[in-house]
């Protein structure tokens, strides 16, 4: 893994050029004054927090037979 030093300057003036190395692997050290953070390698992810159309019609219709068959919890509500 390439390992990447540079200043918030030169980090600000170039964003374009360090995200897209972070996107193929390299890690980013970002230094000013005496304080410095680490940018890791950006990682593929999937958003668990969205849903297609298809997948919650799908989780819809699979709750609806958990419940027919009996298969629910109470969770204390009326």
């Known amino acids: 893994?390439?390992?990447?030093?540079?200043?918030?300057?030169?980090?600000t003036g170039n964003f374009d050029t360090y995200f897209k190395k972070v996107e193929e692997g390299a890690q980013l050290v970002l230094k000013w004054g005496n304080k410095?953070?680490?940018i890791s390698p950006a990682e593929?992810?999937?958003?668990?927090?969205?849903y297609t159309k298809e997948d919650f019609?799908?989780?819809?219709?699979?709750?609806?037979?958990d419940k027919e068959a009996g298969?629910?919890?109470?969770?204390?509500?009326?």
Request: net charge neutral; aromatic share 2%; charged share 25%.
């Open 44 to 50: 593929d992810v999937r958003d668990d927090t969205a």
């Open 57 to 65: 019609e799908a989780m819809l219709a699979q709750s609806l037979a």
């Open 36 to 38: 410095q953070t680490v």
């Open 71 to 78: 298969h629910v919890v109470n969770c204390g509500k009326s």
């Open 1 to 11: 893994m390439e390992t990447i030093v540079i200043s918030r300057r030169k980090f």
